[in-house]
């Protein structure tokens, strides 16, 4: 996603979900780098959705 996104990154979205579905973090990104303040979440694997230009990007990460 970083690789690639900077080169035309004008606003994307980026969600948190947690593994029972549940959003517990969106934030609007309009320059990069850019970093997330997780934590407020518990520790865990979580649903990582990035939206930029009409495309879902999905990760799965883990909170220690």
Do not use: C, W
């Amino acid at each position: 996603f970083y690789k690639d996104a900077h080169k035309h990154i004008f606003e994307a979205i980026v969600q948190l979900f947690s593994m029972d579905a549940r959003l517990e973090h969106q934030e609007r990104i309009t320059a990069l780098p850019h970093q997330l303040n997780v934590s407020q979440l518990p520790p865990a694997v979580h649903l990582m959705r990035i939206q930029l230009d009409g495309i879902r990007y999905n990760y799965r990460i883990v909170i220690q």
